[in-house]
C-alpha cells in the first residue's frame, strides 16, 4: 500500500513538512461519503507530476521568493500560472499559511494589515513574489508570479491589488 493509502488530511491543514515529504498532493473526491472525509480531504499523491491539465486537482508544493530576494515556502493548486483564481497561492508562516487570493469579496484593510504581520514584511518587500513547483505541472516545472492579493471582479476576472 502505497502512502497516500494511509494519510489523509485536511488540506488547510497541511504544514511544511508535510510538503517536503509529499510535494504532491491529490483531493480524495471519491472518498467524500467515509465519515470525517469531505471535499477539503487530500492524500499524498503516488504521481511523480501533476498529470495532463488537473486545473484545481492537486495541491503542489512550491517554493516562493518575495521582491526583496528572501525565500518562503508554500504551495498552489495545479492549473496554469496566469489563473489565479485557481492556483490560489499560500505561503507557510509561523502560525499556519497565508493565502493570496480573497475570492468574491474585497478584504478589509485589517485583513491586508493582517497578512503583511504574519509574513514579518511591510508592503515594500512583498510583491511581485515569484515561484517555482517542486515538481511539474503538465511535463515541466511550473513558474508563476504573484503581483498582489486578487479577487473576483464581474464573476471572473482577477484584481490584483498590494
Aim: aromatic share 12%.
Amino acid at each position: 500500500m502505497g502512502a497516500g493509502m494511509r494519510i489523509r488530511k485536511q488540506v488547510y491543514h497541511l504544514t511544511r513538512l508535510d510538503l517536503k515529504d509529499h510535494p504532491l498532493w491529490e483531493f480524495c473526491l471519491d472518498e467524500e461519503g467515509i465519515p470525517g472525509q469531505d471535499e477539503a480531504t487530500v492524500k499524498p499523491s503516488e504521481d511523480r507530476e501533476v498529470p495532463a491539465y488537473s486545473p484545481g486537482a492537486y495541491i503542489v508544493a512550491a517554493d516562493f521568493v518575495f521582491s526583496d530576494g528572501s525565500p518562503a515556502e508554500g504551495y498552489i493548486y495545479s492549473g496554469e500560472p496566469e489563473d489565479f483564481a485557481c492556483t490560489t497561492p499560500h505561503i507557510f508562516v509561523s502560525d499556519g499559511d497565508v493565502s493570496f487570493w480573497f475570492g468574491r469579496r474585497a478584504p478589509k484593510p485589517e485583513v491586508i494589515a493582517s497578512v503583511y504581520e504574519k509574513l514579518g514584511k511591510d508592503p515594500s518587500r512583498v510583491f511581485p513574489i515569484r515561484y517555482r513547483t517542486r515538481v511539474p505541472v503538465n511535463g515541466s516545472l511550473m513558474n508563476g508570479t504573484i503581483r498582489g492579493f486578487g479577487m473576483l471582479v464581474s464573476g471572473a476576472e482577477a484584481l490584483l491589488f498590494s
